[in-house]
């Protein structure tokens, strides 16, 4: 499981995925169709993601709602903007992959 920060156009959400980058066709394919086309990823570590997120981490894991390739953890820019410095971000990975 990889935990991601994106910065989209709506604003930010945390991610996350199962597929091992977040440039993962499929991955790109399931954002698309939620309307993120363009974004900026960080990849945040995944023990620390679940450290500030705590039993909400878990909530979310366990939905059986959604699927294993992609569950946002944080529809809250606010909240996500508190939850993580910059500094404890991975290096900015860009994605323009447009419409379909």
Same mark, same amino acid.
């Given at each position: 499981?990889? %935990?991601?920060f994106?910065?989209t156009?709506?604003?930010?959400i945390?991610i996350?995925?199962?597929?091992?980058?977040?440039?993962?066709?499929?991955?790109?394919?399931?954002?698309?169709?939620?309307?993120?086309?363009?974004f900026? %990823?960080?990849?945040?570590?995944?023990?620390?993601?679940?450290?500030?997120?705590?039993?909400?981490?878990d909530?979310?894991?366990?939905d059986?709602?959604?699927?294993? /390739?992609?569950?946002?953890? /944080?529809?809250?820019g606010?909240?996500?903007?508190?939850?993580?410095d910059?500094?404890?971000l991975?290096p %900015?990975?860009?994605? /323009?992959?447009?419409?379909?």
């Amino acid at each position: 499981m990889k %935990a991601y920060f994106l910065f989209t156009a709506s604003g930010p959400i945390v991610i996350l995925t199962s597929y091992d980058f977040v440039q993962h066709p499929e991955l790109l394919k399931r954002l698309r169709s939620k309307g993120l086309g363009k974004f900026i %990823a960080h990849e945040v570590p995944i023990e620390l993601a679940r450290e500030r997120y705590g039993n909400h981490f878990d909530v979310v894991c366990n939905d059986l709602h959604e699927t294993d /390739d992609l569950r946002v953890l /944080d529809y809250s820019g606010e909240r996500a903007f508190k939850n993580f410095d910059f500094g404890e971000l991975g290096p %900015a990975i860009y994605c /323009d992959c447009g419409k379909d």
